[in-house]
Each structure stands twice: as structure tokens, then as C-alpha cells.
Nanobody, 117 residues
Framework: QVQLVESGGGLVQPGGSLKLSCVVS????????MGWYRQAPGKQRELVAT???????YYADSVKGRFTISRDNAENTVFLQMNSLNPEDTAVYYC???????????WGQGTQVTVSS
């Protein structure tokens, strides 16, 4: 059974940094595309960043220059380095993995990121 488990969230002051990790277990193949999404209270889930199996990245305008997505294909893990955090980055962050051999995407349970002084 495929599972995605995120870690690394927490409380951080404005201007601080956090690094999120997401491990994909139970898959016999490495995911094609992997990504991070977030959902703030009262708002829809939005795309933060994605990365393909060959390392091509995409970022939402709101995080460009501050966040960096990366992955370790050998460990089926995706990371999100978040710098210069501000209160508008407060949200639950979700990991997503595309597994074409199973015909669907998978989601993690989410990890809370709170930016507050």
C-alpha cells in the first residue's frame, strides 16, 4: 500500500526557515512528478512547487526565490526548503506523488507550518 508521510513542519518566526520532507513508501517505482501543495484556513488548496523525475521544477509566483524543491529518487523522498517565511505562508502543507503505473496521484496527510512572532 502506497503511503506518503510528511515531516518537518512547525512554528517559526517571520524571516525564518523550515525544511519539509515527504517519504513515499510501498511503491515499486519512483514517482514521476512530485509536489508540494498548501491549504490555509478558509482557502482552497494551492500548488506550491513541483519537480519531475529528471529534476525540472516549477514554483508558484508567491514562493519563487524563497522556496526550493528537491528530491532523492533513490529514497523516494521529496523536500521543500522554505526560507524567508512570512505569515502568509501559514498553512497545512501536503505532499503529492504521481504514480502512473497505478493510474493515480497520492497525497500525504499534511504537516502544519505556522509563521508567527
Amino acid at each position: 500500500q502506497v503511503q506518503l508521510v510528511e515531516s518537518g513542519g512547525g512554528l517559526v518566526q517571520p524571516g525564518g526557515s523550515l525544511k519539509l520532507s515527504c517519504v513515499v513508501s510501498g511503491s515499486i517505482f519512483s514517482p514521476k512528478d512530485m509536489g508540494w501543495y498548501r491549504q490555509a484556513p478558509g482557502k482552497q488548496r494551492e500548488l506550491v512547487a513541483t519537480i519531475t523525475s529528471v529534476g525540472r521544477t516549477y514554483y508558484a509566483d508567491s514562493v519563487k526565490g524563497r522556496f526550493t524543491i528537491s528530491r532523492d529518487n533513490a529514497e523516494n523522498t521529496v523536500f521543500l526548503q522554505m526560507n524567508s517565511l512570512n505569515p502568509e505562508d501559514t498553512a497545512v502543507y501536503y505532499c503529492n506523488a504521481d504514480l502512473p503505473y497505478l493510474g493515480r496521484n497520492f497525497w500525504g496527510q499534511g504537516t502544519q507550518v505556522t509563521v508567527s512572532s
